[in-house]
């Protein structure tokens, strides 16, 4: 069975049709990219399976559990998580402290103990910290650890962003153009780190992207989105070679 399973999702804002009738699997454990044109749906649909607007129709099943029209909140409690974007970290922070916050879901001590720093409270505290600091050293982040994240560059605020989506370890991260506003070596590796802390901790991915190349090197399947509808779905290799998918993106013509 499918870890997430949307079937004839369909939203609308006003008579505007951002996604029409879509339906798409996505199994534990994979990578799976989501491709279109601007305006295809893509933002629109990770929207509706966050919780961020609620669909006119369809079904969005997660974990077996149906999470359409649920809460955001709700939803991130039960492991699916997001990028945005456009990043939406707290710019007046420390880029240490952006990427801690996203360790909150998993702390299970009580305001007592968090209050005083003694126990449990202590020790997790410890353990997560340490945790912050290997994943501010594998997004190659570790020298503005100290830094206001809103005095940083857009690329090096997009991997703050994902490092603090991996740290709250969801079953699925949604990831909105993770790579934009980074150089080409930039995002090759973050993309290998991606990959790598997703394999470690079992997470699996849905990657919004319009670097094709970093996304054909990084899904196993990839979702074509166009004016909203579902247009193909394939391997990487069966995407480049898909002649309604070339002509989606490039015209008909070239």
């Known amino acids: 069975m499918a870890l997430l399973e949307i079937d004839a999702l369909s939203v609308r804002f006003g008579g505007v049709a951002a996604v029409t009738d879509v339906s798409l699997a996505v199994a534990a454990g994979e990578i799976h990219g989501i491709i279109g044109p601007n305006g295809a749906g893509k933002t629109s649909l990770i929207n509706a399976a966050t919780g961020m607007v609620v669909p006119q129709s369809g079904s969005i099943r997660f974990a077996d559990r149906e999470i359409a029209g649920v809460a955001p909140h709700l939803i991130s409690s039960f492991g699916l998580g997001r990028t945005f974007q456009h990043v939406e970290l707290f710019g007046d922070r420390s880029v240490f402290d952006n990427v801690l916050t996203g360790f909150y879901r998993h702390q299970s001590y009580g305001l007592l103990a968090a209050a005083l720093r003694f126990g449990n409270a202590a020790r997790s505290e410890r353990r997560t910290r340490e945790q912050v600091r290997l994943l501010l050293d594998a997004f190659d982040l570790a020298a503005f650890a100290g830094t206001r994240a809103g005095l940083l560059p857009f690329g090096i605020q997009k991997r703050v962003d994902i490092a603090r989506a991996l ?3 969801p079953l699925l991260l949604f990831l909105d153009e993770p790579v934009s506003g980074m150089s080409e070596a930039e995002a090759e590796a973050a993309v290998a780190t991606m990959r790598k802390l997703a394999r470690e901790h079992g997470i699996t991915l849905v990657v919004v992207e319009h670097n094709m ?40 013509d070239a």
Do not use: C, F, I, K
């Open 167 to 169: 740290a709250a370890e």
């Open 213 to 252: 190349r970093v996304l054909m090197n990084l899904a196993e399947r990839v979702t074509v989105l166009n004016q909203g509808r579902l247009l193909a779905t394939g391997t990487p290799a069966e995407m480049q070679a898909d002649a309604s998918v070339v002509d989606a993106y490039l015209g008909g």
